[in-house]
């Protein structure tokens, strides 16, 4: 074969290759280059995060109110069963000194912050909202968080459902655990008792349905990360 | 009597870039699909008049959300190092001043339309490119660069907080980037199918480098599906 022939050959093969990739999922064989793009986005991502990078939606943007989509992976909305389950509480333990079991009552005497704030959903839509809740960050400082946890997990009562944070974002000023929406206190729809809320996010790392918090010396995945979609999923 | 054409580097990142954006563009629609409108909740959006209508399946790459995500932040960095490196060789080696913009090239664009109308008999006179060549080549570097900003400020729209807020927000970024895609695609599909039509003596240009000068349209009077097989008018024709 002819150098030209060769390369007229390949130019041929290319554009075939390109119809083919078509509808398609890609080749089974590049999935280990993805991962490996997607540890290095994740250096790169946490690199440019900073706490004094803020979300402020611009006042002409409407809140999204009842617009807001509900979502929870249970068959039916996950509702707290007082009676089977007692008085919920939310469980801050692992690397810290003082582990806390807070009822809604404490965590609502914590200091109280309300943000109007975007909601980034993985889709691609987002939402205006206005969450009331406390910090993360003051969690963290009343549990006395030993400077080994490098990860937080929080987990949830809706089937097991949980995603595990880096340290730097749960300690963001806008992360908050969120026990109002909008004025009113959480829908079940949207998370009720309390949820985990931050604009630093994409929707599917901010657990609804919270049940416990756990501060972690390394990551342990979480219900979409452990699916394929990337466990940073920064904004 | 072939001539050299394009530098093997012009010809690699041409391909790359092809395979890139194909990729590129494949699961952008494939993301797209998870919400294939730009309001934002509870607002409507003026501008999109397709609002809820999917992307054919044909046209998606990576076959789901966190696939086609994965795909599209891994193949960025291909895209967009691939770019640069073109971008800086045509500095280096002096093709840009094939592509760059000159006084005269509106008229000579506005010529090229003409004859491509039937309104203007001769293919006007050009150098390596036409002037409508010239303009697309120059105007898709330009775009490419627009569709990584663009990018970035719907990848990051909280660390990049000031870039997406300069775009209007993200339901903005989102939508520049979508039409960006859009200028791409349109540049893309008129670029192959005039090859085809016009000049598909140039597509071993393209692979081996070679071109024969001989088969240049601008000597063939060459329209698209016209003349096609012509051979080079002779001096004498031209004098007539």
Request: net charge positive; proline share 5%.
């Amino acid at each position: 074969m002819q150098r030209r022939d060769f390369l007229t050959a390949s130019g041929g093969i290319t554009t075939a290759w390109l119809l083919a990739a078509c509808g398609s999922r890609g080749p089974k064989g590049a999935e280990k280059l993805l991962k490996y793009a997607m540890r290095k986005n994740e250096v790169l991502e946490r690199g440019l995060f900073r706490h004094t990078s803020m979300d402020s939606p611009s006042s002409r943007w409407r809140n999204a109110g009842i617009a807001l989509p509900k979502y929870y992976i249970s068959d039916t909305v996950p509702v707290w069963d007082v009676a089977a389950r007692g008085t919920w509480t939310l469980e801050i333990s692992g690397l810290v000194k003082n582990p806390l079991t807070l009822t809604m009552d404490m965590l609502q005497k914590l200091p109280r912050i309300t943000q109007r704030v975007n909601h980034f959903c993985v889709e691609g839509w987002t939402a205006v909202e206005t969450w009331t809740g406390c910090r993360v960050s003051d969690l963290a400082r009343a549990a006395g968080a030993s400077p080994d946890a490098h990860y937080v997990d929080f987990q949830s009562f809706d089937n097991d459902y949980h995603e595990s944070w880096d340290i730097e974002s749960a300690m963001h000023p806008q992360t908050l655990i969120c026990y109002g929406l909008d004025g009113k206190m959480l829908e079940a729809g949207h998370g009720a008792p309390a949820r985990l809320f931050s604009p630093v996010k994409l929707g599917y790392k901010n657990t609804k349905y919270l049940t416990k918090i756990v501060f972690m010396p390394s990551r342990n995945g979480g219900y979409w990360s452990d699916q394929g979609y990337e466990w940073y999923g920064g904004t | 009597m072939a001539v050299d054409r394009h530098h093997w580097f012009v010809r690699l990142t041409h391909w790359v870039n092809a395979i890139a954006l194909v990729i590129m563009i494949g699961s952008g629609l494939q993301i797209f699909n998870a919400y294939p409108m730009f309001a934002r909740r509870g607002e409507a959006f003026c501008c999109y008049p397709f609002a809820g209508h999917s992307i054919p399946h044909w046209a998606t790459f990576g076959g789901w959300l966190a696939g086609a995500r994965n795909w599209h932040f891994a193949m960025m960095w291909l895209f967009l190092l691939n770019g640069v490196a073109y971008t800086i060789f045509i500095y280096l080696h002096g093709e840009w001043r094939d592509l760059v913009p000159r006084r005269g090239d509106i008229r000579d664009s506005r010529e090229m339309i003409k004859f491509y109308l039937f309104l203007r008999k001769r293919h006007p006179h050009q150098g390596k490119h036409n002037a409508l060549q010239k303009g697309t080549y120059f105007a898709l570097p330009i775009l490419a660069a627009l569709a990584v900003i663009t990018g970035l400020a719907v990848w990051k729209p909280v660390s990049l907080a000031p870039l997406t807020n300069l775009m209007g927000g993200y339901v903005y970024a989102r939508y520049w980037h979508f039409l960006v895609m859009l200028a791409l695609v349109v540049l893309s599909v008129v670029h192959i199918f005039m090859v085809f039509a016009v000049d598909p003596y140039s597509i071993r240009s393209i692979v081996t480098g070679k071109y024969n000068p001989e088969r240049a349209p601008e000597l063939r009077d060459g329209r698209p599906f016209y003349h096609l097989f012509r051979r080079a008018r002779s001096d004498a024709d031209a004098e007539a």
